[in-house]
C-alpha cells in the first residue's frame, strides 16, 4: 500500500521561506507526476506546482519564487517556498500520480504578517 508522509511546513514570518518534503513508501510504479496543491478552508484545492513529463507547471501566483524537485531513488517531493506572504497561508498536500492517485495527508503552513 503506497502511503505519502509530508513534512516541513509549520509557521512562519512573512518574506521567509519554508521546504517541504513528501516521501512515498510502499511500491511505486510509473509515476505520472509529482506536485503539489494547497488548500484554504472554505475554498477549491488549487494546484501550487507539479511535474510531469516532460514539463514542471507552476501556479502563476508562485512562479519565481517557489520551486519543486523530485528524487527518483527516494520517490520524494520537495517544494522549496520563498518570499513567503500571508496568501500563502494554507495546508500544503503532496500529490503522486500513477494509474492512481495518491496524496498526502497535508501539512499546514502559516506565513504571518
Known amino acids: 500500500q503506497v502511503q505519502l508522509v509530508e513534512s516541513g511546513g509549520g509557521l512562519v514570518q512573512a518574506g521567509g521561506s519554508l521546504r517541504l518534503s513528501c516521501a512515498a513508501s510502499g511500491l511505486i510504479f510509473g509515476i505520472k507526476a509529482m506536485g503539489w496543491y494547497r488548500q484554504v478552508q472554505g475554498k477549491q484545492r488549487e494546484l501550487v506546482a507539479v511535474i510531469t513529463r516532460p514539463s514542471t507547471n507552476y501556479a502563476d501566483t508562485v512562479k519565481g519564487e517557489f520551486t519543486v524537485s523530485r528524487n527518483k531513488t527516494k520517490n520524494t517531493v520537495y517544494l522549496q517556498m520563498n518570499s513567503l506572504k500571508p496568501e500563502d497561508t494554507a495546508g500544503y498536500y503532496c500529490?503522486?500520480?500513477?494509474?492512481?492517485?495518491?496524496w498526502g495527508q497535508g501539512t499546514q503552513d502559516t506565513v504571518s504578517s
Open positions: 500529490l503522486i500520480t500513477t494509474m492512481s492517485v495518491y
